[in-house]
């Protein structure tokens, strides 16, 4: 597994670069050679903050973490990443047992509780053409997180959301 390093607002050092190779280098046992982590560190509110995505075959691996000290971000970026790759694993076993994969190294999680995949309720809605501001008032409107529309500009389904920071997101999917 290839591991790409951004730093953002500092210039990562060589004692660093080489703690998160190491740390992520555990996790390229569960993934092929041309596999790409993409580490990104940074700054949030005088803290430091770290965000690991691993792309694989359509699913997303992702974690971040803010905290005072790199390390401790490190530590459980790497942690969650592991947990979201057990997770996805006893998924994929359970629902297709007669598939191979190659989780084989994938540690089993300790003291975890079953995880219910099943969804508990389902809610239809009318799909309305709108503009990326108008859903975001919408959204807003309706107090949620996210919102589902027709985007009048390219006519396609869009989702919009409002990300940790207060910021909001636009999810555009290509089809």
């Given amino acids: 597994m290839k591991v790409n390093i951004t730093s953002k607002g500092f210039t990562a050092n060589e004692r ?26 940074g700054y949030k509110k005088n803290r430091q903050t770290m965000e690991a995505m691993i792309p694989v075959k359509g699913m997303i691996f992702r974690s971040e973490y803010t905290d005072n000290d790199m390390n401790v971000c490190l530590d459980k970026v ?3 990443l592991t947990t979201q790759i057990t997770r996805y694993k006893k998924k994929i076993e359970k629902s297709h047992r007669h598939v191979v ?41 309706l107090e949620h997180s996210f919102f589902i529309f027709l985007n009048s500009d390219n006519s396609r389904v869009n989702v919009v959301y409002k990300r940790n920071d207060g910021t909001y997101g636009l999810l555009d999917p290509r089809y």
Avoid at 16 to 27: H, P, R, S, T, V
């Fill in 101 to 141: 994969l190659n989780f084989d190294a994938v540690p089993e999680p300790e003291d975890e509780e079953e995880i219910n995949l099943t969804p508990v309720k389902t809610k239809e809605f009318d799909m309305s053409t709108m503009s990326v501001d108008e859903a975001i008032l919408q959204m807003e409107m």
């Fill in 16 to 41: 660093q670069i080489a703690l998160i190779e190491k740390k992520f280098g555990k996790l390229s046992k569960f993934f092929s050679d041309d596999t790409v982590a993409n580490v990104t560190m």
């Fill in 78 to 80: 790497v942690n969650r």
